[in-house]
């Protein structure tokens, strides 16, 4: 398995990261044992990077590694909080419930433009102390869109004069790591072109950031265009590893072989490119809008009173099945 630096942070991962969002419960639902042991086989297989986030819920199935692995992966969470006590609280969270003194990684969660990051900055600075202290190892932030990518690299680089002009880029100087959406197509964009996402992507990681990306396959939309895909992501030299979601051991092998090269058995691409995943609403949906509400992506809507999944636009992540008080959506 290649393995990379992320950018000035000085910390190396495998260029596989796996994600765990496909193990909460609105995906599939599995047990910290289930999803532990996948993580573990993944280990065995070389990938060490392991991606969560408060949301998700998965931070039981991380501690199951930790607690039975034979080595310690890096790990990376995130966080929507705004404020030094949400932070705080975060961080605490986080320690308490994988049972780890030092997290690797520590993101604030989607960040959509400039004023966002800048409304999050007194969370951003209480993750900078945490740093200074030794209790994280370094910081940074995930985005659907283009303009904090760039917003995050002129901070970096000490300007002023663009996104920043008549706002204080502040503690965002001193950011380590960016987690961006970036597939071929730029399917789930808020803003920009997947070309525009490219170039600042590339621009950032010139600036010393280091970059893991996510959603190469676009949800799932992308299946139809898998190789293109898959090339365009691993083509990425600027990209030091992939996030990705596996549910299953044959989905592991597949994705360790393409990211080291290796030829996909025939047999083994048909069983994991065959299984299509989709955004199940129930018939009890009363149509109350917070799920459109909470996807940035515009992948669900309401028609005639209940809510429908837009295709194309549907990442598949279940962060609408989060804020569903019926829990009437999950991805199946």
């Not at 392991?50 to 991380?62: G, K, R, S």
């Not at 950032?204 to 950031?209: E, R, T, Y």
């Not at 996909?264 to 065959?274: N, V, Y």
Request: net charge negative.
């Amino acid at each position: 398995m290649d393995r990379r630096r992320l950018g000035h942070s000085g910390i190396e991962v495998s260029r596989l990261c796996y994600g765990t969002l496909s193990f909460c419960a609105a995906q599939a639902d599995l047990s910290p044992e289930q999803g532990g042991d996948l993580l573990l086989y993944a280990q065995s297989l070389g990938v060490d990077f392991f991606d969560t986030a408060e949301i998700y819920e998965t931070y039981p199935h991380i501690r199951y590694v930790l607690r039975h692995g034979a080595a310690r992966p890096v790990v990376c969470t995130k966080t929507y909080a705004w404020d030094r006590a949400g932070a705080a609280a975060s961080v605490d969270r986080a320690r308490r419930e994988m049972d780890l003194d030092v997290i690797d990684l520590f993101l604030l969660h989607e960040q959509e433009t400039t004023l966002t990051l800048h409304g999050h900055r007194e969370a951003f600075a209480y993750l900078l102390e945490c740093r200074d202290k030794g209790i994280l190892r370094a910081v940074g932030i995930s985005t659907h869109a283009v303009e904090p990518v760039r917003a995050l690299t002129e901070a970096v680089a000490g300007r002023t004069d663009g996104y920043w002009a008549g706002l204080d880029a502040g503690p965002y100087r001193y950011a380590d790591v960016l987690h961006p959406l970036l597939n071929v197509a730029g399917i789930g964009l808020l803003d920009g072109s997947a070309e525009d996402m490219a170039k600042a992507v590339r621009e950032a990681h010139d600036a010393g950031i280091g970059v893991f990306g996510m959603k190469m396959l676009g949800g799932g939309n992308l299946l139809p265009r898998f190789d293109e895909a898959v090339a365009f992501a691993l083509g990425m030299d600027c990209t030091d590893a992939y996030a990705v979601g596996m549910q299953s051991r044959d989905e592991i092998d597949m994705n360790v072989a393409l990211f080291e090269g290796r030829p996909i058995p025939e047999e083994l691409l048909l069983r994991t490119r065959s299984r299509k995943r989709r955004l199940l609403v129930e018939d009890w949906c009363t149509g109350c809008g917070a799920c459109v509400a909470r996807c940035a992506s515009g992948g669900i809507r309401i028609v005639d009173g209940r809510a429908q999944p837009v295709p194309d636009r549907c990442l598949l992540c279940g962060y609408c099945a989060a804020v569903c008080r019926d829990f009437a959506i999950k991805v199946v």
